[in-house]
C-alpha cells in the first residue's frame, strides 16, 4: 500500500491542470471577474499537498483561476512591486507582449540621432529603437509596480539599453596579432555553422518532445527550458516548480526570436508564460517560493521585456570581419540580457541560498565570457554585435582572447569556490552552451584545422596549468559520471539520452553538469573555439541568417 502523501498529486501534475485550465479560459473573453472570489488566505491554501485532489477537479480548478485574476485586477496580488501595473509594460499577465515593430529604415542610422533620442526622447529613423527607448522609460517611471531596488534597478535598465543601442559606435578595426601590428586585417574570413538543428546531430523533433517536453513544442524553447534552467536546480527541488519558472520566461523567448513564430505559437507563449506566472505567484503566496525569489524573477522579466524590442536593423551596413566598438563593461547589457534569474530561482530553492547584488554581476560576468567565447565565431560571421567578446576587440587579438578566457576560468573557479547557488546556474549555463541545437559547439569542434602556415602563439590562460586546476578542484565535490559522462566532442543526440536519466536523480545530475562544464571550460577547448587567428572552421556554413 502507497504511503498518504505518495497518493497526493505532485505539484507538477497540478501545475500542468493549471496552465491547460488558464489557457482555456484565456480563449473565453466572457469570462471574466467573479463577484465572490477566494480569499487570498484561501488561494494560500490551495496549493498544500493535501488540498491538490479537490484543486485538480475542473471546477475548484476554474474558481481558482477566476478568484486570482479577480484579485490580480483589482490589486490584491502585485507581482513583485508595492503597487499594480498601470500599464502593458509593466504588466506581467497582459498575454500581449510583442516586440515586433515595422520598420523602413533599412539600417541607415544616424548615432547622433540615437543618442539624442535616448537623452531628450527626439525622434530616429529606426522604429526598434524608439520602440525600445519608450518601453524602458515605462518602467522607469514606475518603479513601485516592480522590484526595483534590489537585483535589478532602474539604473541597470537604463544603462542596458544605452550600452545595446549605442553598441555599433565607436567603431575600432586597426587589430594587431602575434604576427605583427596591423596584421588583424590578414586573418581568413572567419566561418562557423548556421544555427538550425542538425539532421544527424540532433535529436529527431518527436524524440526530444518526448524526452523534454513543453506547452509550445519548440525546440529552441526546450533547449533553454530543460538545458538551463531547470538543469539548475541539479534536481534538487520540486520538477514542477523548475518548470514553472522555466515557462515564466516564455517572454524573454518572444523577446529574443518572436520572427521566428507564427501567431499561433505566440499565442501560446503569451498564455502559458502567463499562466506560469500566476502559478508562481501561488506558490509565494503558499510559501513554496520567498519573496526574495519571486520579486527578482519578475523585475529580471520586466526588465528583458524593455531589451526585447531591439532589433540591430545597422547590421545591413556594417563592414564584415574582426573589429571592435563601443563597450563599457563585459556586463551591462548582460546583466538583463542573459536571463540568468530563471536559473537562479531553481539553484536557490535547491541550496537554500540567496545572492548580492555583486554575486550576480559576477555571475553575468562569467556566463557572458562563456556565451559570447562560444558564439564568437557565428557572431563574426551574423555581425552580431550584441556579443561583449566581440565588441571589446582593441589592439592585440591573440593577447586579447588569451586574457578573456583566462578571466572566465578564473571568474568561474571564484564562484564554483564560494557559492553553490551561483556553481550550480554555472553548470547549467555549460549545459546548455553544449547541448542545445543553435550553439553548434560539437560542429565547430570537429570542423577546426589549424593554419600550419601561421606559428602557433603562447597563450597563458592554456599554458599555465594552475587555472585548469583550480577549476577542477572547484569542481570536484559536484561529482562525476567517469565514461559515462558528456563532453564536447559527443554528438548532440547522444547527450541528449544520457541527459535524461540523470534528471531526478541529484547525485548522477549534479555529476554530470561538473563533467559537462570540465569538458567545455577546458583552456584548449576555448581557445579552439575563438582563436580566429590559428583555427579556421572548414564545413558547411549553411544558411547564416537562420533564426532559430
Same mark, same amino acid.
Given at each position: 500500500?502507497?504511503?498518504?502523501?505518495?497518493?497526493?498529486?505532485?505539484?507538477?501534475?497540478?501545475?500542468?491542470?493549471?496552465?491547460d485550465?488558464?489557457?482555456?479560459?484565456?480563449?473565453?473573453?466572457?469570462?471574466?471577474?467573479?463577484?465572490?472570489?477566494?480569499?487570498?488566505?484561501?488561494?494560500?491554501?490551495?496549493?498544500?499537498?493535501?488540498?491538490?485532489?479537490?484543486?485538480?477537479?475542473?471546477?475548484?480548478?476554474?474558481?481558482?483561476?477566476?478568484?486570482?485574476?479577480?484579485?490580480?485586477?483589482?490589486?490584491?496580488?502585485?507581482?513583485?512591486?508595492?503597487?499594480?501595473?498601470?500599464?502593458?509594460?509593466?504588466d506581467?499577465?497582459?498575454?500581449?507582449?510583442d516586440?515586433?515593430?515595422?520598420?523602413?529604415?533599412?539600417g541607415?542610422?544616424?548615432?547622433?540621432?540615437?543618442?539624442?533620442l535616448?537623452?531628450?526622447?527626439?525622434?530616429?529613423?529606426?522604429?526598434?529603437?524608439?520602440?525600445?527607448?519608450?518601453?524602458?522609460?515605462?518602467?522607469?517611471a514606475?518603479?513601485?509596480?516592480?522590484?526595483?531596488?534590489?537585483?535589478?534597478?532602474?539604473?541597470?535598465?537604463?544603462?542596458?539599453?544605452?550600452?545595446?543601442?549605442?553598441?555599433?559606435?565607436?567603431?575600432?578595426?586597426?587589430?594587431?596579432?602575434c604576427?605583427?601590428?596591423?596584421?588583424?586585417?590578414?586573418?581568413?574570413?572567419?566561418?562557423?555553422?548556421?544555427?538550425?538543428?542538425?539532421?544527424?546531430?540532433d535529436?529527431?523533433?518527436?524524440?526530444?518532445?518526448?524526452?523534454?517536453?513543453? %506547452?509550445?513544442?519548440i525546440?529552441?524553447?526546450?533547449? &533553454?527550458k530543460?538545458?538551463?534552467?531547470?538543469?539548475?536546480?541539479?534536481?534538487?527541488?520540486?520538477?514542477?516548480?523548475?518548470?514553472?519558472?522555466?515557462?515564466?520566461?516564455?517572454?524573454?523567448?518572444?523577446?529574443?526570436?518572436?520572427?521566428?513564430?507564427?501567431e499561433?505559437?505566440?499565442?501560446?507563449?503569451?498564455? %502559458?508564460?502567463?499562466?506560469?506566472?500566476?502559478?508562481?505567484?501561488?506558490c509565494?503566496?503558499?510559501?513554496?517560493?520567498?519573496?526574495?525569489?519571486?520579486?527578482?524573477?519578475?523585475?529580471?522579466?520586466?526588465?528583458?521585456?524593455?531589451?526585447?524590442?531591439?532589433r540591430?536593423?545597422?547590421?545591413?551596413?556594417?563592414?564584415?570581419?574582426?573589429?571592435? %566598438?563601443?563597450?563599457?563593461?563585459?556586463?551591462?547589457?548582460?546583466?538583463?540580457?542573459?536571463?540568468?534569474?530563471?536559473?537562479?530561482?531553481?539553484?536557490?530553492?535547491?541550496?537554500?541560498?540567496?545572492?548580492?547584488?555583486?554575486?550576480?554581476?559576477e555571475?553575468?560576468?562569467?556566463?557572458?565570457?562563456?556565451?559570447?567565447?562560444v558564439?564568437?565565431?557565428?557572431?563574426?560571421?551574423?555581425?552580431?554585435?550584441?556579443?561583449?567578446?566581440?565588441?571589446?576587440l582593441?589592439?592585440?587579438?591573440?593577447?586579447?582572447?588569451d586574457?578573456?578566457?583566462?578571466?572566465?576560468?578564473?571568474?568561474?573557479?571564484?564562484?564554483?569556490?564560494?557559492?553553490?547557488?551561483?556553481?550550480?546556474?554555472?553548470?547549467?549555463?555549460?549545459?546548455?552552451?553544449?547541448?542545445? %541545437?543553435?550553439?553548434?559547439?560539437?560542429?565547430?569542434?570537429?570542423?577546426?584545422?589549424?593554419?600550419t602556415?601561421?606559428?602557433?602563439?603562447?597563450?597563458?590562460?592554456?599554458?599555465?596549468?594552475?587555472?585548469?586546476?583550480?577549476l577542477?578542484?572547484?569542481?570536484?565535490?559536484?561529482?562525476?559520471?567517469?565514461?559515462?559522462?558528456?563532453?564536447?566532442?559527443?554528438?548532440?543526440?547522444?547527450?541528449?539520452?544520457?541527459?535524461?536519466?540523470?534528471?531526478?536523480?541529484?547525485?548522477?545530475?549534479?555529476?554530470?553538469?561538473?563533467?559537462i562544464?570540465?569538458?567545455?571550460?577546458?583552456?584548449?577547448?576555448?581557445?579552439?573555439?575563438?582563436?580566429?587567428?590559428?583555427?579556421?572552421?572548414?564545413?558547411? &556554413?549553411?544558411?547564416?541568417?537562420?533564426?532559430?
Amino acid at each position: 500500500m502507497l504511503e498518504p502523501n505518495r497518493r497526493r498529486p505532485s505539484l507538477y501534475l497540478v501545475y500542468l491542470a493549471w496552465v491547460d485550465a488558464w489557457m482555456s479560459l484565456s480563449e473565453r473573453p466572457d469570462v471574466g471577474v467573479i463577484e465572490a472570489p477566494l480569499s487570498l488566505k484561501e488561494l494560500s491554501r490551495v496549493l498544500i499537498a493535501s488540498n491538490r485532489f479537490e484543486l485538480l477537479k475542473e471546477k475548484n480548478l476554474t474558481t481558482t483561476i477566476q478568484s486570482f485574476k479577480t484579485h490580480y485586477k483589482t490589486g490584491n496580488i502585485k507581482l513583485g512591486g508595492a503597487k499594480s501595473a498601470t500599464c502593458e509594460e509593466t504588466d506581467l499577465l497582459s498575454e500581449r507582449y510583442d516586440p515586433r515593430t515595422p520598420c523602413h529604415c533599412d539600417g541607415d542610422i544616424p548615432y547622433q540621432q540615437i543618442k539624442s533620442l535616448v537623452i531628450s526622447g527626439d525622434s530616429t529613423k529606426c522604429q526598434t529603437v524608439e520602440s525600445t527607448v519608450r518601453a524602458m522609460k515605462e518602467i522607469r517611471a514606475r518603479p513601485d509596480e516592480w522590484n526595483s531596488t534590489d537585483i535589478f534597478t532602474v539604473e541597470s535598465l537604463g544603462d542596458a539599453i544605452h550600452e545595446l543601442v549605442w553598441a555599433n559606435m565607436e567603431i575600432h578595426t586597426e587589430l594587431d596579432t602575434c604576427k605583427g601590428p596591423g596584421t588583424g586585417r590578414e586573418i581568413p574570413t572567419v566561418q562557423a555553422p548556421d544555427r538550425r538543428p542538425h539532421p544527424v546531430n540532433d535529436t529527431s523533433p518527436e524524440v526530444s518532445s518526448q524526452l523534454y517536453p513543453t %506547452s509550445e513544442s519548440i525546440k529552441l524553447c526546450a533547449d &533553454a527550458k530543460h538545458y538551463f534552467a531547470m538543469a539548475a536546480g541539479a534536481s534538487g527541488c520540486d520538477y514542477g516548480l523548475a518548470r514553472a519558472i522555466a515557462d515564466s520566461g516564455n517572454d524573454i523567448l518572444i523577446g529574443d526570436y518572436c520572427e521566428a513564430a507564427d501567431e499561433t505559437t505566440l499565442t501560446l507563449l503569451w498564455q %502559458s508564460g502567463a499562466a506560469a506566472i500566476a502559478f508562481l505567484k501561488l506558490c509565494n503566496l503558499s510559501g513554496l517560493m520567498t519573496n526574495w525569489q519571486f520579486n527578482n524573477l519578475m523585475a529580471g522579466i520586466l526588465q528583458f521585456r524593455a531589451l526585447g524590442y531591439y532589433r540591430d536593423h545597422s547590421r545591413l551596413r556594417l563592414p564584415d570581419g574582426l573589429y571592435g %566598438s563601443r563597450m563599457t563593461n563585459l556586463t551591462t547589457h548582460r546583466y538583463i540580457d542573459l536571463g540568468l534569474f530563471n536559473a537562479v530561482v531553481p539553484a536557490s530553492l535547491t541550496t537554500g541560498e540567496q545572492l548580492t547584488k555583486h554575486q550576480y554581476s559576477e555571475l553575468v560576468k562569467a556566463c557572458a565570457l562563456i556565451n559570447d567565447l562560444v558564439d564568437f565565431r557565428s557572431d563574426i560571421k551574423r555581425k552580431q554585435r550584441e556579443n561583449v567578446v566581440l565588441r571589446g576587440l582593441r589592439g592585440n587579438v591573440c593577447n586579447y582572447l588569451d586574457e578573456l578566457i583566462g578571466d572566465c576560468l578564473d571568474t568561474t573557479a571564484s564562484l564554483l569556490e564560494t557559492s553553490r547557488l551561483c556553481a550550480l546556474v554555472l553548470m547549467g549555463f555549460c549545459n546548455w552552451s553544449i547541448m542545445s %541545437s543553435h550553439h553548434k559547439v560539437y560542429e565547430l569542434m570537429k570542423g577546426m584545422e589549424l593554419d600550419t602556415n601561421t606559428p602557433l602563439c603562447q597563450y597563458t590562460s592554456t599554458d599555465n596549468e594552475s587555472k585548469r586546476k583550480r577549476l577542477l578542484n572547484a569542481l570536484a565535490p559536484f561529482g562525476t559520471l567517469g565514461k559515462e559522462g558528456p563532453n564536447v566532442r559527443r554528438r548532440r543526440f547522444e547527450l541528449d539520452k544520457l541527459y535524461a536519466t540523470c534528471i531526478g536523480n541529484k547525485r548522477r545530475h549534479s555529476a554530470w553538469l561538473a563533467d559537462i562544464s570540465r569538458s567545455l571550460l577546458c583552456p584548449g577547448t576555448l581557445r579552439t573555439l575563438v582563436d580566429v587567428v590559428h583555427y579556421q572552421w572548414e564545413g558547411q &556554413a549553411g544558411d547564416v541568417e537562420y533564426c532559430p
